[in-house]
């Protein structure tokens, strides 16, 4: 719970230094954006529903996850995403076991593209899934992880 908190302290503190600068965004409009239903849901699914609606994801071999297949300490756990689909908006991950299953969401100018390189948490041994959003709609990808120690208490 403090690293949700740290994070939004952030996000404020950036949206606060934003709006002084430019003199028109506001505080209340950059927490707008702020997914908090999708990092409030109890499953993948009901995440993605709240990050995409509608959409539905189709399964994808174009994104590569490398991660281990066994994790010793589920606190720690290093995570490579990249993928040959074009105009990349969003990438999320999800750990279907964790108690916020949204681990990750990075957004994406039209500049930057993945890869992406993370250090995780996983409660248990589970699904690693990434979604990806472009124009096109959203994909996904799924791994399985052993995890020897959870690392979400």
């Known amino acids: 719970m403090k690293r949700r908190q740290l994070l ?10 934003l709006g002084v ?13 702020w997914p908090r239903q ?3 849901g109890d499953s ?3 995440a993605l529903q709240a990050l995409y609606g509608s959409q539905h994801t189709r399964g994808s071999d174009e994104i590569g996850i490398d991660i281990p297949d066994l994790a010793e300490n589920g606190a720690v756990v290093p995570i490579k995403i990249n993928t040959t689909i074009t105009g990349v908006e969003e990438l999320c991950i999800f750990g279907d076991k964790n108690p916020v ?38 994909f996904r990808r799924e791994r399985w992880i052993e995890v020897s120690e959870g690392g979400c208490g």
Do not use: Q
């Open 38 to 40: 999708a990092f409030e």
């Open 101 to 138: 299953p949204l681990i990750a969401r990075f957004v994406f100018s039209t500049r930057a593209a993945p890869p992406v390189s993370t250090r995780i948490k996983l409660a248990d041994s589970s699904n690693v899934v990434v979604a990806v959003k472009t124009a096109a709609g959203v």
């Open 8 to 17: 939004k302290s952030g996000v404020a503190l950036g949206a606060m230094w």
């Open 21 to 33: 600068r430019s003199g028109v965004l506001r505080l209340r409009e950059a927490m707008a954006a």
């Open 44 to 46: 993948v699914s009901a």
